[in-house]
């Protein structure tokens, strides 16, 4: 679409059963505000649209679990997560919810148009059926083992560890996640969307359509989706949190959330038009506004194939130009994970980094996972902010306001004539609004975020080579002339960081002044006008933009990841099974004597062994034991111990092992000795058996 006459920007419904985290600012929020901040600096007709997404199963089991109504989850969740979307400056014309009147009726009405239009197919099914909850199960109440990989913890949606979609009766050793006993099959009337119906349509749309446009890994997840063959997909479920679906003989069904979500943004496009009295309906059904849908890669299905199916299938509604779907973001080499809460919450950053949300939205963007999944690092975070943000960008503003107040008191010079290297510089910085707008344009906003800072480079290299503070005392005139077209580049920057860096844009206009009248640029501005920043226009007074960032504050943030690393493997800790039944015969067999350890030294050349000499009672035998990993040699002398006495001996490096010591794991891996009870410790000579 060439020139569209105005812009309607999706972001995904966030799902309201936890906080948002740098995963889901990277993948979806700070690319899309980025993209609207950018539409509406050129004037553009843009509305940016999001809400909560606040139907679902999940809700309904994080419920249960706390002992809460759903209701008391998403009124909970919707707050902390709209607070934060404000606090990052997430700049959303209307941010509503799924659990809004105007949204339940209007997924109703989508629903009936689809069902009175014949698009629809009316099934009995047998559904998975728990008898002892007497409910049927959602499928995200049902796991058991994935069909195409073997995982045992797919859920009867889909399985997280291949991604395959599943249907809860494809799943082998399907379980009731509500009682853990063995579902029933039990038959329910539902409705089903046919997408296999609309397979010619989304191949011409979409494979043929755009295959230049749409990035590689949304245009070919989608086309693999189609090649493996699309199914009827039910659009309605037995469940009683959700949209009644607006039938007779329906009750006790809801709208699937899969449905009724994406049609969040339409409703949330209504209730903006209602509070801006204007209308809606050309941001979703003229063919010259321009709809973009910024999500993550676990939706692409949903919004390259089943939503344009809807919209499609309801026959009003424009379709999307495009999806650009980002990839996942790792954090520390881990997969980012709500349940281990490994993951960076966006309420906890704020607490350790009060008043840096640029900081953060810049490190997603200039790292973001556009093309491939990208792993987020503390380290990087710091290197960003101290050699970018710091050292660059920070660094040229403060020079230019420092030296312009301490020559000029604060107001800006009269340049006299310019140097090649002047006209050069001057002539660069115009480029910038192109070069930059391209790359946003073709939703490439790390490109972007790059370019941004070469403006800012710029300027640091243009001051550095000029030393304006070296000519101050020789030549004033030049020096004049240096600190305008400084004053120029930083009056640029003011507008240009504005998508990606909004809080320092704005508190960089209120130093240089420039937040209304004729100072005050638009994003052309920079590339029409001659002179951004005027002679005689008095700006204020320097302020730091950007801090550094100290490697104790990195180093607080990889504690915090570390306790969860451990807080997760203690909780993931499997005690193994027991094993077969033996006779009190075999048992028997064992001979363990108590002991103690005379003399311990370690193996030669073999970290993980001592040998040690042990009086058994029986004897003195020499034992090797590999615990060197866990003990020093000098410590252990004098330890009582449990020896195995009649184990067959083994040669170990040339050392003949006579026996086996007890030993147990304690939680962080180390290993325990199994030994008499210390406070009858006398009463058990060595030799004694145990038994
Ligand atoms: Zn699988």
């Known amino acids: 679409m060439n020139q569209p006459k105005r812009y309607t920007i999706t972001a995904a419904l966030p799902y309201t059963n936890g906080a948002i985290h740098i995963g889901h600012l990277a993948g979806v929020y700070v690319p899309a505000d980025i993209y609207a901040r950018y539409l509406r600096l050129i004037g553009k007709d843009v509305i940016f649209i999001c ?14 679990k706390e002992g809460v109504t759903p209701q008391d989850i998403v009124d909970k969740y919707h707050a902390i997560i709209k607070t934060s979307f404000e606090d990052f400056g997430i700049s959303f014309d209307n941010y509503s919810r799924t659990s809004a009147k105007v949204h339940h009726e209007t997924a109703q009405e989508f629903f009936k148009t689809l069902y009175d239009k014949g698009e629809f197919i009316e099934e009995i099914t047998e559904q998975l ?50 009682s853990g006993n063995v579902p029933t099959l039990k038959e329910t009337k539902h409705w089903f969307l046919p997408l296999d119906k609309h397979e010619a349509f989304l191949r011409e749309w979409i494979l043929e359509g755009h295959k230049k446009d749409w990035k590689s890994n949304v245009y070919g997840q989608v086309k693999s989706w189609i090649d493996d063959g699309l199914r009827p997909r039910a659009v309605t479920r037995d469940l009683d949190w959700g949209i009644p679906v607006p039938l007779e003989g329906a009750e006790g069904k809801v709208l699937y959330v899969w449905f009724d979500a994406p049609i969040g943004y339409i409703s949330s496009t209504k209730e903006w038009a209602q509070r801006v009295g204007k209308d809606w309906e050309p941001y979703w059904k003229d063919k010259d506004t321009k709809l973009v849908h910024f999500i993550g890669k676990d939706n692409i299905v ?49 607490e350790d980094f009060p008043n840096q949300q640029d900081v953060l939205r810049y490190a997603l963007t200039a790292n973001a996972p556009e093309t491939k999944d990208n792993d987020f690092t503390w380290k990087d975070f710091q290197a960003r902010n101290n050699n970018e943000l710091v050292a660059i960008f920070g660094n040229f503003i403060n020079r230019v306001v420092v030296l312009t107040d301490k020559y000029y008191g604060g107001v800006a010079p009269e340049p006299s004539e310019f140097s090649a290297v002047d006209e050069e510089t001057l002539a660069a910085v115009k480029a910038y609004p192109d070069v930059i707008a391209s790359s946003i344009e073709r939703y490439r906003f790390r490109e972007a975020s790059q370019e941004l800072i070469n403006l800012a480079r710029l300027g640091n290299k243009y001051l550095a080579d000029e030393e304006p503070w070296k000519l101050v005392k020789t030549d004033e005139a030049r020096t004049k002339t240096i600190m305008f077209v400084a004053l120029q580049i930083a009056s640029a920057l003011a507008t240009l960081s504005e998508p990606f860096l909004p809080f320092t844009a704005n508190k960089l206009k209120t130093i240089l002044n420039i937040t209304s009248g004729d100072v005050e640029n638009s994003w052309t501005d920079i590339s029409s006008k001659n002179v951004l920043l005027p002679t005689g226009h008095k700006i204020g007074k320097a302020e730091l933009l950007f801090s550094k960032i100290e490697d104790e504050a990195i180093q607080g943030q990889l504690d915090k990841l570390i306790a969860s690393k451990l807080a997760n493997e203690a909780a993931n800790k499997k005690v193994e099974p027991q094993k077969e039944t033996i006779s009190f015969e075999d048992f028997s067999k064992l001979d363990m004597r108590v002991g103690t350890i005379l003399e311990a030294e370690k193996m030669p050349k073999a970290n993980k062994l001592l040998v040690l000499k042990i009086d058994t009672g ?16 000098e410590e252990i002398i004098g330890k009582r111990v449990t020896v195995l006495v009649n184990l067959a001996p083994r040669t170990l490096r040339g050392v003949e092992s006579q026996g086996m010591i007890l030993m147990t794991e304690s939680e962080d891996g180390k290993l325990v000795f199994v030994n008499p009870d210390i406070s009858t410790e006398a009463k058990v000579p060595n030799g004694l058996q145990i038994s």
């Open 51 to 64: 809400g909560s997404d606040e139907h679902g199963v999940p809700i309904t089991i994080k419920a249960k």
């Open 129 to 178: 059926y728990d008898e002892e909850a007497d409910q049927f199960l959602a499928d995200r109440f049902v796991t058991g083992t994935c069909p195409k990989c073997g995982n045992e913890e797919a859920y009867g949606d889909q399985c997280e560890k291949c991604g395959s979609s599943l249907n809860a009766t494809d799943l082998i050793n399907p379980k009731s996640a509500i």
């Open 302 to 350: 949903f919004h390259c194939i089943i939503f344009p199916a809807m919209l499609k299938a309801e026959g009003s509604y424009i379709l999307p130009d495009n999806v650009p779907a980002n990839e996942f973001l790792n954090l520390e080499g881990n997969k980012l994970s709500t349940s281990k809460n490994w993951a960076v919450w966006l309420p906890e950053y704020l």
């Open 618 to 633: 029986i004897d003195v035998r020499t034992i090797v034991s590999g615990i060197a990993e866990s003990f020093n040699a």
